[in-house]
């Protein structure tokens, strides 16, 4: 039984409680479990036995915000009264919950007399003593003592009985002992091997109001590697959490208490030092602690992805492999539209249990490359107070991080980078997808007390100074958490960045190019892989183009937009429109795309979403693109065993390496057909390099509605493309034709190539694409 009455208190005390800053009265409830109340409005219930009763104050959820307070309070207390028949007397302990209901009672059981009111009181300064978590695994802390939301007197017994029970003076009392400022339990190893991050944990007996706020507390560590050199970088506060599932839902619960960590990766051999930096900002008091001998021995892990050094239109692993992402966009484990547009039904939401499956179906497909965001549904450091786990602006949810944690981890083991997206558009947009109700720096809403916001309008974020103190602030934690991790491959500030709110207007006024070079550089600065960064715009290179000066910034490292076109345009004809037109001096990628940006592409829409994935992926290479574009509808491609598509190009694409320094773009080659037959088109995408030419030769109808059964469309003959490049020199050359579906070697012979001669290639008969290599024959 759930009962609540509506209680006015004016005591000053019960204002420091929960609402210091108030010193008026205000109204808070009374909630009872397992009793009722014999007086509305009165903290009084009757109770019967066998069984347990709670009597509880809880405020306003809307506009309950921690308080430093509750933080600097040394002690919870009331008074309880037992009112009953007979003198035996009652059990019971304190308790208290946050708002998403993790229950922390009294260790010690306090014995109430029938007829004598009893004072209780339990300390709040003490970590891992006088609390014990209920029904969960975590130990009571400084960061759980600030989160109490409601708290009370708990009841039980096993005899049958009935009583009354009354409470008054809930409060919290006296001051927080303030604790040393000193490392304890510093856990570094001695050694690793190159490439492999480093996770090391750390208590400090000091205990903060805002871990995550570097205005208070700022844990940093300085690494001198083998050179000599000494950088610093930060560390984080965070939690450890078990992951369990009940049917199909995910469950993380909190264990242990907070700790602090920092994450570092040696790239070079050798012997590294390390030291801790800890500064309490408020009281200006700091220790440093000494240096740490790491020594890093080789291995054959990969490194973290750079622009290339050799073309700075590709990317190159810092080991010195070229990098070409074979992508798909696993934006968040479940879309609604995808269920509705592809008729999947509802599929349940299992969280990163989804991502596990998913990961590992891309990795045995060839995938080396996933996009993941960082969005109020799954993975935000801040989302609004209404969420669980979310406290508003400048509270970070480590319970979000550790499911990132796990799947970029699972992603990095399976050979998977991650294009790690932190904002989407909708977060600061009112009419596109529209976040902006969710986004815990809005001041207008409801929740806007207990999230802390302070922007009444979206379009000011790029100018606002509080805004970007705020983004600096969480870039930190970012760049603490993650920075260190070779296997994200990059970081989008935004996704659809033009979508937000007023976008036009500040990039006339040129801050959206000021806000994303701070971004930017800010991140790769304080990031120990040094990341790439970009941001990302919507629809196709037209806007990209339109917003250019975004991709300019000296601290953006490559270019990202979308490219969902109209159903009529074949997407091979946008690939070569594509290359045509972006020809920027940085690597290029496309990292949504599929239809237009509902996936709709009419009645046979799945079949042509089938051609659009295949000719992403086999025109990628000749488009001036960095990587394969990355398919919004992951979920079509998996639950309909697609894969096989990404599988072959990943198999064409070993062995070829785009690092030349010239390299001659054939997107519309000569193709010639001795015998067309009726209603077909063909056509072909080529580059070529220094002595070694690519190319891909389709069926233009058979490529745009990908067919389930080939031999609708005709086997065709002798169809030769003519390659007009002078970056072949004069010798044999090797000729290998492939199939793209499934991959085999389907023909091999040697060709001359001849000065002044034209370059011609024959196709074996093919019925959709084949796709070919052409290399100069070694001496």
Known sequence: MHLQATYKLLSVIFIGFFFPLLLTAIDGTWRVDGGKFITPGEPKIEVEFPGGATLYLEPDRHTFRPQRSTFDSGMLEMEILISADTPDPVKGGLFFKDKEGLWFQSVEEFTFTPGVWKHVAVRLDQTGRNWRGVGNDAIFDAEVATRLFSAGISLYGNEARRFTAECRNLKLSGDRKIQELAIVDWNLPTSGEVNQRVESRFKIPREFFNPYDPDEVTVDYELKTPDGKIKRYPGFWSHEYIRTRHFTREIIQPIGSGFWEIRFTPFTEGEHQLRLIIKDVLKNEEIVSGWHRFIATPSQLPGPVRVSTKNLHFFELATGEFFFPIGLNIHTNTDRRSEIGFNFGHLPDRGTYDYDDYIDACSKAGINAIEVWMAGWTYALEHTAIRNGYYGVGRYNTDAAWRLDHVI???????????????NHGRLSEEA??????????????????????????????????????????????AARWGATSGIMAVEL????????????????????????????????????????????????????????????????HIAGDAYCNPGLHFAEHLRDYCKNMKNDKPQLITEYGGNSSGGLHDSKSNQLLGSVHCGLWGSLFARLAGTPFLWWHDFVILNNHLDHYAAFAQYLKGIDLRSDKIDYLPEPAVTVPNTPANQRYMAMALAMQNRAYGWLFNHTATQFYPADASVYP????????????????????????????????SSSVIKVESGKPIVVVAPPFRIDTAFKLELEKP
């Open 494 to 557: 935004w996704s659809e960045v033009d979508l937000t709110s007023q976008m036009r207007e500040r990039y006339q006024d040129g801050t959206a190019q000021s806000w994303h070079q701070q971004a930017a550089a800010e991140l790769r600065q304080m990031s120990q892989s040094n990341w790439l960064v970009s941001t990302h715009t919507c629809a196709q290179f037209h806007n990209t183009l339109g917003l250019i000066q975004l991709f300019q910034q000296p601290a953006i490292t």
């Open 715 to 746: 086997e065709v003959k002798d169809i030769a493309v003519q390659l007009d490049t002078a970056l072949l020199t004069p010798g044999n050359y090797r000729l290998r034709w492939f199939s793209t579906l499934p991959y085999t070697e389907i």
């Open 409 to 423: 981890n699972t992603a990095n083991a399976k050979k998977i980078y991650i294009n790690l997206v932190i904002d």
């Open 433 to 478: 997808d529209p976040e902006w109700g969710d986004n815990p720096i809005n001041s207008t809403t409801e929740y806007a007390v207990a999230n802390g916001g302070f922007l009444k309008i979206p379009g000011e974020f790029f100018r606002s100074e509080p805004a970007k103190k705020n983004n600096s602030k969480r870039a930190r934690y970012i």
